[in-house]
């Protein structure tokens, strides 16, 4: 058996710097402080994975030096510093900042830490605060000057006062000065600390799901050092101090104390329980031999005062400890001279304690609280001790080696790894049974996370570390814990390609290894639709050939175009190499449908990602032929590429159903033989179009010469729905003769055409397809329920707790009601009946009989269509049924009273176009798939299409077309082995030159940056602002979209700006999609899974496909990420989880100017309704400035464009003068209604030198529109006739945020946010009252008529 060794680091590129503190990256890398200064380097193990002969890179300079602090690495690979006892000099500095290290960057940024004193900031976690890092991954601080602690949230970024029992008291629970302790996280939990200032050996416990301190029992010998007889002044010298504690792999934590007594405290069957400590040994007397040198005067042990410890693999104990040494100095300090010891539990209490079998050079002379141990993946231990060189420990066999029962187990994993992706594992133990590393509150450096290690296979052998990161847990395990954890982690683009063993280290100890190969490229499928019904199968045979396309996409990373045989643009069309398909089953065929698509269009000879585009063709409908009684059938969809360098594989499942009951048809027309295949964002059985009043439509006359005619809106569909139905053979013509792509087919926002033009209507018309022999089941009715997202929509997932939520009406019947997620409204119903009065009557009392229909059937078993629709009353702003937010749940169904003005449909809206869903309500048969959207369930269809005209010739910003769009955030944390969501955006014909913006505010730009340098080879995104991204639209362009802090969507913004050079009569569409991971796992022992599962099952018996008879390579796939386990095998492929489209007609300057301007002021209209703190602020207000300068560059004047829902918000020429400044005041008449206003006024062509008040009268509709301006300090013009003085425009100039106002919505008071007075004073005049601005001892701050403000 070997003995242990200590060598000293020699590395390439070594700094000369005075070595210190050192932390452990997530990559195996680790970082060196040079002592009580800024600079830190990094030290990367060299390719055999020995850190002895390393390699060095540096500086990393963080803001302030800073020498003893609490510090650690976050569940995404950062490290966190915060406090500091010195700042670069010798005397106390207690530093209260914090700095973030990220080693992506490898830069440090300021910690987003509140200041102020306890009770209002957190100055009190400074100096060296005593910390730890919980189970959760938020981190526990304690106050140096008391026993007040605090929470900081990395996720969130929160701060907040902790042990207070989540605020329920205002008293701290802990009950001792957090000075000094050490604190270690137990493996229930739980957060151990021993205090320090009691002289009753006390200990406490925070237990994080209480938010409290408790007692955890008491030591039977004390462990704090309390003083020290001083032998210079005579008397003892306070020094609160203590070593190390560390939670062994039996759960029991091992503490040192200051004082030489070591104790182990038992862990309880419960964490509220406050277990029991043992006697542990004592540490060897101080040869000193007299009393001067005593702790508390009463033992000559040897002491451990500010020193390390590590728990090393074989599951003993390195500490420091030694004899005490005076100091002098005035007045002079005890440290204790290091020596090594190791315990060993396992020993006779007399026996556990005893020196390591080797001694250290650079601890020569040294004090323990200079040493800082670490543990390192290799098992070794790195030391560090304030002096210009470093060592590393390899402990002796001497000492044994880690219990099986020990190592983590690594259980998913994705078998190849493509270089540059990212993936995931998952397993038991990843973090190990201990933090491995303490020494107290000066220095914090726990290991207890996942280090991923690849070896390689041939020779000579390569060790490499990869980055691993978004830890699903930051506790400790307990042995035999099976709890799952997962981790996520990066393929370096610099491994060599090869074959490797894959083990998960935890505090030094390996799991078993796994093989893997590592990949320059990999593949996966992107299913565009994912389930086929047999009665649109038999459509397809009837009218399409059975062929829809594009059914799927195949996505190739990593690849040059050489290797697949592409040379020039033209062998896009047929790449030499191409994946190909094995039929998944019977009479399917999938067929390459060119051309490929590379995310770089220019085609270098470099690794990029290719799209290969496939249709599937139903030859017959004997793939619908299986035994048994379910309805729907799995088959597996399976591609092979076929390379010199090695094969690619991916698979995916796609699900068949023979379900007959009713459905709405994606994909091609079946009634029409030369229609075009349709995508699923775009369904064949949805249609919206307008209606002019007066106008006649399938023989049935809008009767009406007004605008919001409810009345007569609700009465002509409902005539509409039921002649359709009445008159099948012609309604199927009428029906398919509604435009489906051009721009007719666009709503309307505005109640007229043009300004003062002819009334106009929406509607909306959903086609449910019936086949079968028997009519719908009596009291079985089919109903459609009709909903609008407020812009195009990239995530339309069936969910009947938010998005889709329904009632039962008085008639029984399902009712569609708002979606609504949080406090916001997502979704508004529509419906053929006339809207109830939401502000006295529920939603629920709502009736749409015209959409409850029984359906008869065809004698044949032939199909039959039923006709549904209703009134899309988007362009109706007078008429006001919801409130802006849901803040009280018990009235989100209405009645919706003493919640504020309530809105109009109009003014929930935020784009031009927005998203038309229709749902298929069937008792039978109703939608109960989990991720059930428009793409994979034949109940669900929408509309979701964008006309955005840009004009030739052009100025620039009319050249721009914007589109308001959401995204689902990637769902956080990332479930093992998925990947993040993408943005999959085709330009298709898109003139050369075309580039295009997306602005998502909630989501740092550049953090989309970093993802996409960690998964593709090569992109072309680029920052164009901290929230926005450019890229040139050309080709295919993957976007990652990353994970949101909470449910709701990422609200965004595309902008296309087009070249010169583009031409009236040309057109363009751009296609938007949303792709997530999808998954399936096939259990080997599931004998009626393997039976009905059929191709799936053969793919996973073989785990291996040959392409056709010639090639009988044997392949494995890549990036479908293939997990095989002892019982089962997985794998995942992309699918589109939604689509939108915009098409980008080109007309003239003179054409669209009129369009665009009332648009305009339609949309600043709605823009008055949106609150500051709305998700859809930001985005909005861009998207209002781009309309306005595409109004601009065509030619018109956005500044005599005023907010007006009607669109008419311009001014009419004439004799007119324009008044500009801020609302100063509101006027009421003598009853209290609204009758007007005043502004401090900047007049055009008067005196400007001075400023007065000017007052308008105007109508009661414009009060909440200007008490709004005047609450929010905006600047406005207002526009009246010479003549008579009424008011011909009116808008907003400049908004300033001049004052502190809240409005509660609920009760409509208004108050001063720094006194909370009432603004409500109303003036003494008799003949009315008027009210004006608050006299509070505030009135100062909310005077808008200072004129430093203007």
């Known amino acids: 058996m070997s003995a242990s060794v200590w060598k000293n680091v020699s590395g390439r590129n070594q700094p000369n710097i005075t070595f210190h503190m050192s932390i452990l990256l997530t990559d195996g890398s680790v970082m060196v402080q040079n002592a009580n200064a800024t600079d830190w380097w990094r030290l990367t193990p060299d390719l055999q994975g020995k850190y002895e002969s390393g390699s060095w890179t540096g500086p990393f300079n963080m803001t302030t030096a800073r020498k003893y602090y609490s510090s650690g690495v976050l569940s995404d690979g950062r490290v966190f510093v915060i406090g500091g006892e010195y700042a670069g000099g010798n005397n106390p500095a207690k530093l209260t900042t914090g700095e973030i290290f990220d080693p992506d960057t490898e830069k440090w940024s300021p910690m987003n830490k509140p200041t102020g004193p306890l009770g209002t900031g957190f100055d009190y976690i400074s100096t060296d605060a005593a910390g730890c890092i919980l189970a959760d991954g938020r981190v526990i601080l304690g106050s140096p000057n008391g026993a007040a602690t605090a929470i900081w949230d990395p996720v969130t970024d929160n701060w907040s006062r902790s042990g207070l029992a989540f605020g329920t008291t205002t008293l701290d629970s802990k009950q001792g000065n957090t000075n000094e302790e050490t604190w270690t996280l137990l493996q229930d939990g739980t957060v151990l600390a021993v205090n320090i200032f009691s002289t009753t050996n006390t200990a406490e416990k925070y237990i994080p799901t209480l938010d409290i301190w408790m007692s955890a029992g008491t030591t039977n010998t004390p462990l704090p050092l309390h003083s020290i007889p001083n032998p210079t002044k005579g008397g003892n010298s306070n020094s609160q101090e203590i070593g190390p504690m ?8 091992f503490a040192v104390g200051g004082t030489g007594n070591t104790g182990v405290y038992d862990v309880p069957v419960a964490p509220t329980l406050p277990g029991s400590w043992e006697t542990g040994p004592t540490l060897p007397s101080d040869p000193a031999g007299s009393n001067s040198f005593n702790w508390n005067g009463t033992s000559s042990l040897q002491t451990a005062i500010d020193a390390p410890g590590c728990l090393l693999p074989c599951g003993k104990v390195l500490f420091a400890a030694g004899n005490t040494t005076f100091l002098p100095g005035s007045p002079g300090s005890y440290w204790s001279q290091t020596n090594w010891y190791i315990y060993d539990s396992s020993k006779t209490l007399a026996n556990q304690i005893a020196l390591l079998d080797t001694k250290t050079g650079s601890s020569s002379g040294k004090v323990t609280y200079q040493d800082i141990l670490l543990l390192l993946p290799t098992g070794q231990v790195l030391h560090t001790s304030e002096s210009k060189s470093l060592e590393i420990l390899t402990p002796g066999t001497v000492y044994g080696s880690p219990d099986n029962s020990w190592r983590p187990n690594l259980i998913d994993y994705p078998q190849d790894l493509v270089l540059g992706k990212t993936y995931n594992i998952s397993g038991n133990r990843l973090n190990g049974l201990s933090q491995a590393n303490s020494y107290g509150d000066d220095v914090q450096n726990a290991t207890n996370y996942p280090i991923l290690q690849l070896t390689s296979t041939s020779s000579p052998t390569i060790v490499k570390y990869l980055k691993t990161f978004n830890f699903s847990y930051m506790g400790i395990s307990a042995i035999g814990d099976t709890t799952p954890q997962t981790a ?23 799991s078993g290894s796994k093989s893997v190969s590592v990949l320059p490229s990999g593949m996966e499928i ?50 030499g190499k191409q994946p190909k398909f094995q039929s998944p089953g019977s009479g399917i065929t999938v067929t390459f449908a060119g051309p490929a698509v590379s995310n770089i269009p220019s085609l270098p000879d470099i690794p990029q990602r290719f799209t290969f585009p496939y249709s599937i063709t139903f030859a017959d409908e004997s793939s619908f032929n299986w035994t048994g009684t379910d309805d729907t059938h799995l088959l597996a969809i399976v591609a092979t590429l076929i390379l010199g360098s090695g094969n690619l594989v991916a698979a995916s499942v796609i699900t068949l159903t023979k379900n007959p009951n009713p459905f709405i048809l994606h994909g091609a027309d079946i009634n029409i033989p030369s229609a075009p295949s349709f995508p699923f964002y775009l369904s064949v059985d949805i249609r919206v179009f307008t209606v002019l009043a007066g106008q006649t439509k399938f023989g049935l006359k809008l009767d009406t010469a007004v605008a919001e005619d409810s009345d007569k809106a609700t009465s002509w569909i409902q005539s509409m729905i039921k002649s359709l139905n009445q008159h099948s053979g012609q309604a199927q013509t009428f029906f398919n003769g509604l435009p489906q792509t051009e721009e007719t087919s666009a709503l309307n926002l505005a109640p007229t055409v043009t300004p003062g033009g002819p009334p106009v209507y929406n509607f909306a018309l959903a086609r449910v397809r019936y086949r079968d022999t028997v009519p719908t089941p009596d009291g079985k009715n089919v109903r459609v329920l009709f909903r609008m997202w407020p812009g195009a929509q990239l995530n339309a997932t069936f969910n009947t707790n938010t998005l889709n939520r329904f009632g039962i009406n008085a008639d029984g019947e399902k009712i569609a009601k708002l979606g609504v997620v949080g406090d916001e409204i997502i979704t508004i119903p529509f419906f053929a009946q006339k809207r109830i009065d939401t502000s006295t009557l529920k939603m629920d009392t709502q009736t749409d009989p015209a959409n409850v229909q029984k359906i008869d059937a065809a004698i044949s078993g032939g199909e039959v269509d039923a006709y549904f629709g209703a009134w899309i009353d988007i362009n109706t702003p007078s008429h006001k049924y919801f409130p802006d937010r849901i803040l009280d749940n018990s009235k989100i169904d209405g009645p919706f009273v003493g919640v504020g003005n309530l809105l109009a449909v109009q003014d929930m809206v935020r784009s031009q176009h927005q998203c038309i869903l229709a749902e298929i309500s069937f008792d039978p048969d109703p939608i109960t798939a989990t991720n059930a959207d428009p793409s994979n369930n034949d109940k669900l269809a929408q509309r979701n299409l964008s006309f955005i005209p840009v004009p030739n010739p052009g100025l620039v910003e009319s050249r721009r077309a914007p589109q308001v769009f959401e995204i689902r955030p990637t769902p956080a944390p990332l479930a093992k082995n998925l990947q993040h969501d993408e943005l999959l955006i085709e330009w298709g014909h898109l003139p050369t030159g075309t580039t295009a913006q997306i602005y998502a505010p909630a989501v740092a730009a550049k953090q989309i940056i970093s993802l996409a340098d960690s998964i593709y080879g090569h992109h072309l995104l680029s920052l164009a602002d901290e929230s926005t991204i450019e890229t040139p639209a050309e080709g295919n362009t993957f976007i990652p979209v990353p994970p949101g802090v909470d449910a709701k969507q990422f609200a965004a913004l595309i902008t296309l700006e087009f070249p010169l050079g583009i031409k009236r009569g040309q057109s363009f569409t751009v296609i938007v999609k949303q792709l997530t991971t999808d998954s399936y796992t096939i259990r080997r022992d599931a004998e009626e899974e393997s039976t009905r599962l059929q191709s799936v099952t053969r793919f996973a018996d073989s785990k291996t496909v040959v392409a056709t008879d010639s090639e009988s390579s044997v392949a494995r796939q890549s990036s479908s990420s293939i997990i095989v386990r002892e019982g089962s095998i997985s794998f995942t492929w992309r699918r589109v989880l939604g689509t939108f489209a915009i098409t980008v007609p080109v007309h003239t300057k003179t054409t669209l100017l009129a369009p665009e301007t009332q648009l305009l002021s339609i949309l600043r209209s709605i823009q008055l309704s949106i609150a500051r703190t709305s998700r859809w602020y930001p985005v909005f207000n861009r998207y209002v400035e781009q309309i306005a300068g595409r109004v601009s560059d065509m030619g018109g004047d956005p500044g005599t464009v005023f907010p007006d829902p009607y669109g008419g918000g311009k001014k009419n020429g004439g004799e007119e003068v324009e008044f500009c400044g801020k609302v100063v005041e509101l006027c009421y008449d003598c009853k209290g209604c609204f009758d007007g206003f005043g502004i401090e006024v900047e007049c055009e062509g008067e005196d400007r030198r001075s400023r007065r008040r000017k007052r308008f009268e105007c109508f009661e509709g414009l009060e909440g529109s200007v008490k709004c301006w005047w609450e929010r300090g905006d600047k406005v013009k207002v526009v009246v006739g010479r003549k008579r003085g009424d008011i011909k425009g009116l808008c907003v100039v400049r908004r300033e945020e001049v004052r502190k106002v809240r409005q509660s919505r609920a009760t409509g008071d208004e108050t001063c946010a720094d006194c909370r007075k009432r603004m409500d004073d109303v003036c003494e005049h008799d003949e009315c009252q008027r009210k004006r601005r608050p006299e509070c001892e505030h009135s100062k701050s909310h005077d808008k008529s200072e004129a430093d403000e203007e």
Do not use: C, W
């Not at 063993?501 to 935890?506: L, N």
């Open 246 to 253: 560390l939670v062994l792999p039996n759960g029991k934590a």
């Open 488 to 510: 996520a982690f990066n393929v370096p683009t610099d491994i060599p390609v090869g074959q490797y063993d894959m083990r998960v280290i935890a505090n030094g100890i390996a």
């Open 526 to 575: 992107i299913l565009n639709v994912n389930s086929f019904s047999q009665s649109a199968v038999h459509g397809l045979i009837d009218n399409q050939n059975g062929t829809i396309t594009p059914m799927l996409y195949v996505a190739v990373d990593g690849l040059k175009p050489s290797e697949l045989g592409i040379f020039n643009p033209g062998d896009l069309s047929n790449p």
